[in-house]
């Protein structure tokens, strides 16, 4: 009997322990499915008792400085029908045809189609369309907004405002790089349905507002930006290049005024069967492509020299140190020549003001080597050689330097003028800034502010950031006052504007193709900034591969001068007395 007793309390405690088990498999699992699966069974579950018509948010504007609309959003509209929400479509299809200019047969099709939810009838539909169609009232017919991106003058700064592929996703330029700004949030309009997508006729629809893209609000100056479009336009007329480029900087901040590379692309006309072209003609190349600088380097050369005079160093030259340069150079038994000859004594004895008014090689690479690569190569990072300089843009390169612990005494004598070493024009305008507004190497930005289009509230704002102090404010006044004399009485004076204070330096680089000098091909260049009493704006000219002539001086200085004349004008800049 006791036997009997215990056994049955054992059956007891087996089932209590199993149910306990099953129940707590069955709380699990329906705890899992709530909590892990809940989010995708109710997506699931509205899925099959709502039909949804997307709204697309439209994507920001771009706007320069001072508000000028350079790219924006015009909305179209997309048109669908449920074919089991529409009760008679031989009536639908007649009111409809004339409409949207399509034919009855056709539209009597598409919204007759059976085992589908949606189709869609006709897409950019205009706004005028879209009213007509909503004053039919027609049951089963829906209009989606769509946004076209626009920009307002085809090629103009094509290169930095990019461009959006075909739905609308930053691919290129501002319009890739801001893209998260610029997309918005999507929205979407919800109506009840049965499971066969027939719209229930007391059912309710919810309307989920898109929320539009923020504004980008450029550092770009749109009238100085149609100076140096015109300019450029000008400079391949003539010079018959296979491009030309230039940037306009202001010193004191980094903030990039102009930027503009030819040829260039119409966003509005994109090639895009044509890849290679397309990217040729789209890409940055003022941020992506690197040269020789040739003798618009000379800047740094000369500003390190004075800086470690200033400091006490014994291997740098005073201002009014005389080099007796007899035309050439024997460094590690290879010739360094100066573009004279020398004839007569030209050149033969020269301040480092004359060098730079000259541009004598053999000068700069006795400074070069006379300071040494420990120095040369501080003041290449101090200048931000060999490191993007951190502008808000993809794709930018670092230049090329040959490594410290590697570089030759010919490497070195070289750097010292402007030859073994490959740079982005960008890079140059940040050394040349650096040089010229107090030593601050600056880093440079194309956006200023980003905005909330709805509120006009400013999201996000940038600033003016200093990377790093290369040399004092004596000797950048030093540096400007040589360079004014070089537009006034040396090289650049093809840059001179009577009544105002340009500075600057030419530049003429022989081109490498496939690793070895190309005969005949150069890259022109000119460097100015104004007024060089208390510098303001900068602007590199670039010439590549002009036809007849090549010294910068002649090909490019030109031009820089008629971009700081127009600037001169708009901005109502007095001469000086």
Known sequence: MQQEYFTSKKRLLSLLVAAIFLFSIIFFRLAHIQ??????????????????????????????????????????????????????????????????????????????????????????????????????????????????????????LSQVLGFVSSDGVGQMGLEAYYDKYLRGIDGKLLAESDLVGSQLENGETYYV???????????????????????????????????????????TTGEILAMSSKPSVDLNNLPRDDVQQLMLHSKNMLLTDIYEPGSTFKILTAAACLEEYKKGNANAFSPTHVFNSAGTR???????????????????????????????????????????????????????????????????????????????????????????????????????????????????????????????QTAKTFSPTVVDRAISQETSKQICQMLQNVVANGGGKNAFIQGYQV??????????????????????????????????????????EPQGQSYGSIVAAPYARLVFEQIINYKKIQPLD
């Open 35 to 156: 909590i892990v699966w809940g989010k995708d069974l109710q997506q699931k579950a509205t899925s099959q008792w709502q039909r949804s018509v997307p709204l697309k948010a439209n994507r920001g504007d771009i706007v320069d400085t001072n508000g000028v609309l350079l790219a924006t959003t015009n909305t179209t509209y997309t048109v669908y029908a449920r074919p089991q929400s529409i009760p008679n479509k031989e009536q639908c299809a007649t009111k409809l045809c004339n409409v949207l200019q399509m034919e009855y047969g056709q539209l009597l099709e598409k919204i007759s189609k059976r085992g589908v939810s949606e189709v869609t009838l006709k897409r950019q539909v205009s706004a005028q369309v879209a009213g007509e169609i909503r004053s039919c009232n027609l049951q089963g017919i829906f209009l989606a907004s769509n946004g076209v991106r626009t920009y307002m003058y085809g090629d103009f």
């Open 209 to 251: 507002p898109a929320v539009d893209g923020m504004t980008l609000q450029l550092t770009i100056d749109f009238t100085i930006q149609s100076i140096v479009e015109n300019v450029l336009a000008l400079a391949m007329h003539q010079q018959n290049p296979i491009g030309a480029r230039c940037i306009v900087m202001d010193v």
């Open 330 to 456: 024997i460094v590690d038994g290879s010739k360094i020549s100066c573009w004279t000859k020398h004839a007569n004594g030209k050149h033969s004895n020269q301040t480092l003001a004359d060098a730079l008014n000259n541009s004598c090689n053999p000068i700069f690479t006795d400074i070069a080597l006379s300071l040494g690569k420990d120095v040369m190569y501080d003041y290449l990072q101090k200048f931000g050689y060999g490191t993007p300089t951190g502008i808000d843009f993809a794709g930018e390169q670092s230049g090329l330097l040959v490594s410290q612990s590697t570089v030759t005494r010919g490497d070195l004598a070289r750097i010292g003028f402007g030859q073994s070493i490959a740079v982005t024009p960008l890079q140059l305008c940040v050394a040349t800034a650096t040089a010229v507004n107090g030593g601050y190497q600056m880093q440079p930005y194309l956006v200023k502010a980003i905005v909330d289009p709805t509120t006009g």
């Open 503 to 544: 500075a600057g330096k030419t530049g003429t680089a022989q081109k490498f193709v496939d690793g070895k000098l190309a005969v005949g091909k150069y890259v022109s260049s000119f460097v100015g900034v104004f007024p060089a009493s208390s510098p303001k704006y900068l602007c590199l000219v670039i010439v590549d």
